[in-house]
């Protein structure tokens, strides 16, 4: 029983410096105080080696929420991963997946920035692959070269910095906006956010991450790996306002945050639908920070990370107890078997549909509600609107398919004892989720918005919801003589259900040239020309060679009395010359 030590001292740990990091937050943000922390790690003649570190509310409050977060995924992995003899293990590479999520948050410099940056692509492959078979190999491997795009843009961005004379981007945000050659680093980093955040066209690896166990997707996919490339441009807001980068980057993620929409609505695996609700929130929170509101992304990414972990952790439990079952059409009547742990599911699905007062609403009808003020286009506009519709949608076509109605295969023996650690764990996230919103809003916002629109614009967003929800109430009604309409359509439906073929594309679209290629090239010359002309005719040669030895060996002392008459002759010729 070693592993009940590391996980709870760990829990521990975590927690206090969760609360330590909150109130040193707050404080920071009442008082509008930055700390720039400069240590000299080697000083050799003229050069030096500097580690610098910024403590700002920003990177406190964010660094707080993580630590809150991690601290609860391993208590409740306490319980889920109670059966792995690697538990150890595990919550060790949970812990260097935090500190290098750390280290990202706090560096002001590019150099420690890319540190962490790897560390968390290094970790999450690690973590992805921890269920050791060819599926979670493979989804390892497109989550670690999607990845090393952005690590390569960093990089680049970094060499180009060197036009500055110093690493720390903070001091140079000013400058690079109004040079347009040094916009390049703006690219760059818009590059690499876009990787690490999925964005088209690399949403393809965040779905094949599902791989890992549930409590690292619900760490990695509400506050750390994917939030790193938000909070990298939210840092670098200056470069994105009123430029041509801006633009294009509003587009690409509002497209992400239809797409994920469309495809979440046609998914029937229940972690895949939770993947799918956070790339389309990563494209909410990356299209509102491109139109300049880094405030309002900060606020939207402390919010979803609280709902979504509580997610996360709910799917987790339901699939635990379901003997590892992840299908949801195989599901239904869970509020019977598991109460507690189907109210905090629908209560994180509430919060994800921005239901008045739970956490998701305070960001999200700020978000729409600025959209709707700003002066934006249509097609910006109905992104925004109809991709919220789409989140209902698939929120409540989840709940119908999962909870409501009777259990689908009772042929599973599904348990109704749910686990008390987890339980637990889930209980801290949900007082979270409810409360959250409205704290952070009052921090974040002292004074409150006033935003003037009319009455029509106003309930727009309670509109586009409760249309939504029905929708998704309609399409999951399932009966003995239902037509399936998809059917119909199949190939707009296959094309809008597997993210606009962009996990092929990613997979089979990449290898099928080179395998095809080295496949030819193969054909033609190893087992070719080169084989011809190389391996077999030396093969040839030198077993004609070897015959020759052997047959010289075997019939030695006729060729030495040749030999020696040969030789008796050239010398007799010799003398008489």
């Not at 764990?425 to 007082?431: D, E, F, Y």
Request: aromatic residues 16%.
């Amino acid at each position: 029983m070693k592993y009940i030590s590391i996980c709870l001292i760990s829990f521990f740990c975590l927690i206090s410096c969760s609360l330590t990091c909150f109130v040193s937050g707050v404080n920071f943000l009442s008082q509008d105080y930055s700390l720039f922390i400069e240590w000299e790690v080697v000083s050799l003649n003229s050069s030096s080696i500097v580690m610098t570190i910024l403590l700002d509310w920003m990177s406190l409050i964010f660094m707080s929420f993580v630590l809150l977060i991690s601290s609860l995924v391993i208590f409740y992995s306490k319980e889920y991963m109670s059966e792995d003899e690697n538990i150890n293990r595990f919550i060790l590479l949970v812990l260097m997946f935090v500190s290098s999520m750390m280290l990202l948050i706090i560096s002001p410099n590019l150099i420690s920035i890319l540190l962490g940056w790897d560390g968390l692509g290094l970790v999450s492959y690690c973590l992805v692959i921890y269920f050791q078979n060819v599926k979670s190999y493979s989804a390892g491997m497109l989550t670690a070269l999607s990845n090393r795009i952005g690590d390569v843009a960093l990089l680049l961005a970094i060499a180009w910095m060197l036009n500055f004379g110093s690493w720390n981007y903070i001091f140079y945000l000013e400058f690079m906006k109004m040079t347009s050659e040094m916009q390049i680093v703006g690219i760059l980093v818009v590059l690499a956010a876009m990787t690490k955040s999925a964005q088209i066209p690399f949403s393809s690896w965040l779905p094949a991450a599902m791989a890992a166990p549930t409590p690292v997707s619900a760490l990695v996919h509400s506050s750390t790996l994917v939030t790193a490339g938000v909070y990298l441009l939210i840092r670098f807001n200056f470069l994105l306002v009123d430029s041509m980068i801006g633009k294009i980057l509003l587009l690409i993620s509002g497209l992400t945050m239809f797409m994920a929409g469309l495809g979440a609505n046609f998914e029937f695996d229940l972690k895949k639908i939770i993947a799918l609700s956070t790339l389309s929130q990563l494209g909410l929170m990356m299209s509102i920070l491109s139109m300049g509101y880094y405030k309002l992304a900060f606020f939207h990414l402390l919010t979803h990370a609280l709902f979504k972990a509580l997610l996360f952790m709910c799917a987790g439990s339901i699939i635990h107890n379901m003997n590892n079952f992840q299908d949801i059409r195989v599901m239904g009547g869970l509020g019977i078997y598991m109460p507690i742990t189907t109210a905090c599911f629908n209560i994180s699905n509430l919060a994800l549909c921005g239901t008045p007062f739970l956490a998701g609403f305070y960001s999200k009808d700020m978000i729409l509600e600025i959209v709707s003020m700003s002066n934006v286009n249509m097609l910006i506009f109905f992104l925004f609107f109809f991709s919220t519709g789409l989140t209902v949608c698939y929120s409540f076509r989840l709940v119908y398919y999962s909870v409501t109605g009777d259990l689908n295969c009772s042929s599973l023996n599904v348990l109704s004892d749910e686990g008390w650690v987890m339980l637990k764990g889930m209980m801290g996230l949900l007082i979270m989720s409810i409360i959250g919103g409205s704290i952070l809003n009052w921090l974040i916002f002292p004074t409150p918005y006033m935003i003037c629109l009319p009455i029509y614009l106003k309930q727009l967003t309670l509109f586009v919801c409760i249309i939504g929800g029905l929708f998704g109430y309609f399409i999951s009604l399932v009966n003995l003589y239902f037509y399936n309409k998809s059917l119909d359509l199949y190939n707009i439906s296959y094309f809008l259900g597997s993210m606009w073929f962009m996990p092929y594309i990613s997979t089979y679209g990449i290898i099928n040239y080179p395998l095809n290629f080295g496949k030819m090239i193969y054909k033609s010359m190893d087992q070719g020309w080169s084989e011809y002309l190389g391996g077999q005719m030396m093969f040839k040669m030198f077993i004609n060679m070897s015959q020759y030895n052997q047959f010289v060996q075997n019939n030695n002392f006729k060729i030495y009395m040749s030999v020696f008459v040969l030789w008796m002759f050239i010398i007799i010729m010799m003398i008489m010359i």
